[in-house]
């Protein structure tokens, strides 16, 4: 088929990301992006080259600031083959009523319940379920993380039990609006989310905690998993680097905190300092009889990126899933990085 015609509804810190892998796809044309305010991130956008839509009623504002605008949201949305919503939570819910009145496919981030697209996605797990559908939701950021490491225990020694404790960012770099200054703040009630939602795409017993913390750079998490099998340090270890969108680290080497990750990400001239992958500590793994321990980071703006351009080819059929998961990763660098 001709490439995948593809639109992101709104251009902030996933959209922009989501837009600039699509325009790496031989598969997936970048139709155009849309903002509902003319700021620098618009001009940016126009900078580019990219086509922007604004909501109704408002082209005058962005004009006389001299921003050219394509058209409106809807103009763009009937263009399209697939929206990539990328609205702040909950307002893709709303989103979708315009989304199924012109009948155009929809990929709903994290920020939206489960119920939104009634399907939740990763590739590596259920991607041949997202074939053909209508609407998917790609999980978030944390989600996805808990779930390539829980995934790739549980195809080696099947779990019994996991728990995590999720420390996280308080905002995002760019985020001036909220933030925890002098505080750290517990999640009540418990579980907190991450739990459950990791069981809409894989089917293991998680119970989950969360704190947030005054950093924007990456959430941290603190593992503990029971095992049936009993686990050996060797065959994980394995499995986590054949694993692409994994990348092991060392206190050995100077890894010892986030900070020293986004410079590693920084000296490897990653736009953005984007981390597509999964960090994990390998020298925090700890195994005892069937338990395993360790920690693993997540770049909260970057690691859900090639999930959504792997959803847009299976709800598009257009690949099957190594292919599709080989093709992403290359475009993105992912497995590039060692350490």
């Given amino acids: 088929m001709?490439?995948?015609?593809v639109a992101i509804n709104g251009f902030g810190t996933?959209?922009?990301?989501?837009?600039?892998?699509?325009?790496?796809?031989d598969d997936m044309e970048?139709?155009?992006?849309?903002?509902?305010?003319?700021d620098y991130v618009a001009k940016y956008a126009i900078e580019r080259g990219l086509f922007l839509y604004v909501p109704e009623g408002t082209k005058e504002r962005f004009e006389e600031k001299g921003f050219k605008v394509a058209g409106t949201i809807r103009e763009m949305i009937e263009k399209a083959d697939i929206v990539i919503d990328a609205t702040p939570?909950?307002?893709?819910?709303?989103?979708?009523?315009?989304?199924?009145k012109i009948g155009v496919k929809a990929i709903f981030q994290g920020g939206e319940k489960h119920e939104v697209a009634g399907f939740s996605f990763n590739a590596y797990v259920n991607y041949d379920d997202a074939k053909g559908r209508q609407y998917v939701r790609v999980i978030s950021c944390n989600t996805t993380g808990l779930i390539r490491s829980l995934n790739a225990i549980n195809e080696l020694f099947k779990i019994k039990e996991a728990f995590a404790v999720i420390t996280r960012r308080a905002a995002d770099p760019a985020d001036t609006k909220s933030g925890i200054i002098n505080a750290?703040?517990?999640?009540?009630?418990?579980?907190?989310h991450h739990g459950p939602d990791v069981k809409t795409v894989l089917d293991v017993p998680i119970t989950t905690m969360a704190v947030?913390?005054?950093?924007?750079l990456m959430h941290l998490h603190s593992i503990m998993v029971k095992t049936h099998e009993k686990p050996n340090k060797k065959d994980l270890l394995d499995a986590f680097e054949n694993y692409k969108r994994i990348l092991l680290v060392s206190k050995d080497l100077g890894i010892s905190a986030t900070s020293q990750i986004i410079e590693l990400?920084?000296?490897?001239?990653?736009?953005?300092?984007?981390?597509?992958?999964?960090?994990?500590w390998e020298d925090s793994i700890a195994i005892e009889n069937h338990t395993i321990y360790f920690y693993q980071a997540?770049?909260?703006e970057a690691i859900v990126v090639p999930e959504n351009i792997d959803a847009i080819r299976a709800m598009f059929e257009i690949a099957d899933k190594e292919e599709s998961i080989k093709k992403t990763d290359s475009s993105l660098g992912i497995g590039a990085l060692k350490i």
Avoid: M
């Fill in 2 to 5: 001709s490439k995948v015609k």
């Fill in 14 to 25: 996933i959209g922009k990301r989501v837009a600039d892998a699509i325009l790496l796809q």
């Fill in 30 to 38: 970048l139709i155009g992006v849309s903002k509902t305010k003319p």
């Fill in 89 to 100: 939570s909950k307002i893709g819910a709303k989103n979708k009523e315009l989304y199924e």
């Fill in 184 to 192: 750290i703040e517990p999640t009540i009630p418990i579980p907190s």
């Fill in 212 to 216: 947030k913390v005054p950093t924007t």
């Fill in 265 to 280: 990400a920084r000296d490897h001239g990653r736009k953005r300092y984007d981390l597509f992958e999964l960090v994990i």
């Fill in 298 to 300: 997540v770049h909260q």
